[in-house]
């Protein structure tokens, strides 16, 4: 069974940084696209990054150039960069692969000025 979990969330201030971890169990990591998405209050669950198993990484708009992906297939780990935190950063942040069709429990960031 796959299973995902993330960490690494907590309270920032804007232009702060958090780095977020997911450890994942029960695949072969290393073959497979990691993604992570985030979830605002009131909000849709939207991608965040991605990157593939060949190293190709993508990202919404919203976070290029301030958010990093990146992986260690040793470790079966993939994190997530964030510098220059804004207000609107914050969010439940998940990590999701396509060898499994659930989710995690998600971990909080949070924001403020």
């Known amino acids: 069974q796959v299973q995902l979990v993330e960490s690494g969330g907590a309270l920032a201030q804007t232009g702060g940084s958090l780095r977020l971890s997911c450890a994942g169990y029960?695949?072969?990591?290393?073959?497979?696209?990691m993604s992570w998405y985030r979830q605002a209050p009131g909000k849709q669950r939207e991608m965040v990054a991605q990157i593939f198993n060949n190293g190709f990484t993508n990202y919404a708009d919203s976070v290029k150039g301030r958010f990093t992906i990146s992986r260690d297939n040793a470790k079966n780990t993939v994190y997530l960069q964030m510098n220059s935190l804004k207000l609107e950063d914050t969010a439940v942040y998940y990590c999701k692969t396509p060898a499994s069709t659930s989710w995690g429990q998600g971990t909080q960031v949070t924001v403020s000025s």
């Open positions: 029960g695949l072969l990591f290393r073959d497979y696209r």
